[in-house]
């Protein structure tokens, strides 16, 4: 199923993504966060690709998407980043995908980094979602956007105009980094509206229910922090529990004001964690059934 199609029948399309276990971990964690994803309202799960992992651990993203469209009957979406492959690579990855059954794929540059070796095939996603529908137009491609600015770009009508490349290219549905404050989530709707984007935007969100993940996510996506985010992160920063259930609720509270301000997908970084996964999504089920109910009106 081309998930694009999701946004033509759903007001609200709500997805989850996990990550392939890293190399110090069993493969067993990834079955087990799957299983207990199992019967949450997911209209997709995207699974990410480690762009600097080996072969046989990138190999795991079409495994493990392969497994959650046969073993949960839920449309997956294969992460695929470009600029540490040759085309030979990508064209291999898209036959296993294809004969897979994977459709769905979200075409990325990778970040650039001591452990990736640029192979110079590919240097912009662009160029990956080009080079995917010239190997099969039938692969829906889906494409990554930075409410807060991608880093690389000095400004953010900069930034814009290189994610029309993408869409120009074939991208149909974008995804967005992280943010922690709606504000800059709507103000680059506006923007991309302004400039002609209109495909569907799902709005990443991420659960911080840990002090450690604070930091890390910090420097890996360089969202900014809100005071009331810091104020709540000190208040709890010696009770992990408390932070927990706050970190969940601030997660809540965004996705909330979203879907109240008319915001159609809604993009879960579960970080493999069910719990939290599974505390969220009920917290926002009723929510988006009763606004698919008002569509259907
Ligand atoms: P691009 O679209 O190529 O953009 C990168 C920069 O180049 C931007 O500044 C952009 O404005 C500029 N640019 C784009 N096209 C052009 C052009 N044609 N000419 C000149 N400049 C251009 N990383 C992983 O390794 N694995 C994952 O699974 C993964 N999943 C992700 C999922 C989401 C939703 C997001 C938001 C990010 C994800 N990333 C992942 C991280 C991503 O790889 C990095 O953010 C990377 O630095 C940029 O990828 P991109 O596809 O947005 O690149």
New binding site residues.
Partial sequence: MNIANLFQSKKIVYSL?V?PPKKTSSVDTIYNTLYGLRGLPADFI???????GSDTQRSK?CEIASLIKSEYQIEPVS???C?NSTKEDIRQTLDSLKANGIQNI???????GPAVTPKNDF??????AEFIKAYDPSFNVL????PE?????ETID??I???K??IEAGASHL????FFNNNHFYEFMDKAIQKGITVPISA?IMPIINKSQIERTVSM?GASLPRAFSTMINKYADDPQALKDAGIAYAVNQIIDLISNDVRGI?LYTMNNVETASRITESIENIIKSQNRITKR
């Fill in positions: 993504e990550f995207s699974v990410t690709y480690g762009a600097g993203t992460h695929l980043t600029l979200l075409a990325l540059r990778g970040d650039k240097t912009h996603a662009n160029e990956l494409g990554a956007c930075y600015c991608h880093c690389d770009s900069q930034d105009e290189n994610l490349l993408k995804i967005t980094q992280l990443g996506c993009h």
